[in-house]
């Protein structure tokens, strides 16, 4: 996330809304609990530069990231260019859907009016300023909060079948954390490219899995996926952290490993030493072990427009939250008990 430099290519926009208000949610310092740290304020609508437009928000979504860059967990996140002592970015929302209220004047493409889903700093709030870069029209299909359940956890989850573990038609893919925001997208978008996808998720959980089109669900309080019976050409770890050794034993022999978030709750690494040890082991061993940052692009929110109006993949979400209840739907996410994605409505 970059600081945005007033210059010659990236000036105010004219009749850019800077001076009006808008009620946001904000946070003045780090805090892993989400009741301590957000609450709602009146404060100045964003100005756009030449490369964005100004989305009046019709909804937002959580995601495991809400909670990283309000907390400030683990530390790295800080020393990222969010902010070493207090957030430098007040609203930790990203995900959004809503309409178009005016464009910069370096803008093709939209235009006031339009219907649109993508990813800014700052989306639990009426209004969120947003590059065209990270920016597609929403599927006709869905609602505005539906839409807005798709970017950040939709990007994540194509990338990871798509780029990462090279999902091919036939292959047996299974897929660690497939109830949350990344794995109800994974199953989708792993069956859609022809894949045989068993489910891991808790016993509330395996029903609204087997609806996403797993053909098979392991309920892991109630059998060990790695215990060697299975093998599979692809997994997928979202938000796991079984051991290494322990997934290489589910892999096939030149089986690839795409670990996508892993949480320990470490403030320094919060698991992200599994990641690093899995990429330095990878060159030394048939099987392909790694991880990957998610690409926030338009060309892929586009990908995903038409995999969603195509009828292929549905965004799978449980619950809406209002503006002034994100807190609550933070804490939902924490308590691990959400299937599918959370979304805000404005």
């Known amino acids: 996330m970059q600081h945005k430099q007033l210059d010659n290519s990236a000036r105010p926009a004219a009749g850019a ?35 964005e437009v100004l989305v009046k928000v019709r909804a937002a979504s959580v995601d495991r990231g809400t909670w990283h860059l309000m907390a400030g967990l683990p530390y790295p996140v800080r020393l990222a260019g969010f902010g070493v002592r207090r957030p430098k970015y007040a ?8 309409t178009v209220e005016t464009v910069g004047d370096g803008v093709t493409g939209f235009e006031p009016g339009d219907e649109v889903f993508g990813i800014c ?18 599927p006709a299909n869905l609602t505005f909060g539906q839409a807005a359940a798709v970017p950040i956890s939709g990007l994540t989850a194509l990338q990871a079948v798509r780029d990462h573990g090279r999902v091919r038609a036939g292959e047996k893919v299974l897929i660690v954390g497939a109830s949350g925001g990344v794995g109800s997208f994974a199953v989708q978008i792993a069956k859609v490219y022809g894949a045989d996808v068993t489910a891991v998720c808790s ?15 392991i309920d892991y309080t109630r059998a060990d996926f790695t215990d060697g019976a299975h093998r599979y050409d692809v997994i997928l ?23 996508v978030g892993s949480e320990t709750g470490g403030r320094w690494l919060g698991g992200t030493d599994r990641q690093l040890r899995a990429q330095l082991l990878s060159p030394f061993i048939a099987q392909k072990l790694g991880t990957f940052v998610s690409s926030e692009n338009a060309e892929d ?21 209002p503006l002034g209840e994100v807190a609550a739907a933070v804490r939902h996410m924490l308590d691990g008990r959400t299937h599918g994605k959370l979304v805000i409505t404005v």
């Open 203 to 217: 016993t509330p959980k395996t029903d609204m899995v087997r609806g996403l089109g797993a053909g098979h669900v």
């Open 237 to 259: 770890d979202i938000g796991g952290n079984r051991r290494l050794s322990d997934l290489r034993r589910a892999l096939t022999p030149k089986g690839r490993l795409v670990i």
């Open 301 to 321: 929110l586009a990908a995903l427009r038409e995999l969603i109006e195509s009828g292929k993949v549905t965004p799978a979400v449980e619950r809406t939250y």
């Open 91 to 98: 609203n930790p929302g990203r995900s959004l859907a809503g």
């Open 121 to 138: 700093s700052g989306s639990f709030a009426e209004y969120a300023a947003v590059r065209t870069g990270k920016l597609s029209r929403k």
């Open 17 to 51: 809304a800077g001076a009006q208000t808008m009620t946001s949610v904000v946070q003045d310092r780090y805090g892993p609990a989400p009741e301590d740290v957000l609450r709602l304020a009146e404060i100045a609508r964003p100005v756009i530069w030449r490369d």
